[in-house]
């Protein structure tokens, strides 16, 4: 496992997102007593290095070491 280089809170729910070293985006369930994955999106070649939620956070963009951007449907991850 590697560090998390970066995370962003949802502007309209209590979620959050994280994108790691090992290639990883997560979506994070915070509401409750313990943060719970409900999402594990992986599909970039390199290491993430930032993440941004989108459209009502519907969508996430993330990006890599390597300079690709991705766009996430969350509905059907």
Partial sequence: MKGIWDLEFSPT???I?????????????????KGECVAT???H???????????SDLQLASASVDG???LWNLKKQ
């Fill in 13 to 15: 729910d209590k979620m």
């Fill in 17 to 33: 997102v994280t994108v790691s070293g090992d290639r990883l985006l997560k979506v994070w369930n915070i509401a409750g007593e």
């Fill in 41 to 43: 999106l992986q599909g």
């Fill in 45 to 55: 070649s390199e290491q993430l290095i930032k993440v941004k939620w989108l459209n």
């Fill in 68 to 70: 690709v951007v991705k």
